[in-house]
């Protein structure tokens, strides 16, 4: 069975940084593309950054420059290093794995508030 634990939320001032964290079991990881994404109170999930096999990523406009995804497929871990954050990156964060199937995490939250 796999199961994608997301960690490294919480509470941040505008302009600070925060790490999260995605920690896979269950299945082997290295092959797939793993993303994060967010939803914000009354809005669709929305994609934020992927990441794939061969560490090609992608980014929501909105976060390029500020968002950097990685992976460490030794660990089975995706990150998610986000700096110079805004109001409106408050959100819950959830890592997904891709496939044929995906996977998502119980998801982390983030608060960016003075």
């Known amino acids: 069975q796999v199961q994608l634990v997301e960690s490294g939320g919480g509470l941040v001032q505008p302009g600070g940084s925060l790490r999260l964290s995605c920690a896979a079991s269950?299945?082997?990881?290295?092959?797939?593309?793993m993303g994060w994404y967010r939803q914000a109170p009354g809005k669709q999930r929305e994609l934020v950054a992927v990441i794939t096999s061969d560490r090609m990523t992608n980014y929501a406009d909105s976060v390029k420059g500020r968002f950097t995804i990685s992976r460490d497929n030794a660990k089975k871990t995706v990150y998610l290093q986000m700096n110079s954050l805004k109001f409106g990156d408050t959100a819950v964060y959830y890592c997904?794995?891709?496939?044929?199937?995906?996977?998502w995490g119980q998801g982390t939250q983030v608060t960016v508030s003075s």
């Open positions: 997904k794995r891709g496939g044929v199937v995906g996977y």
């Open positions: 269950g299945s082997i990881f290295s092959p797939y593309t």
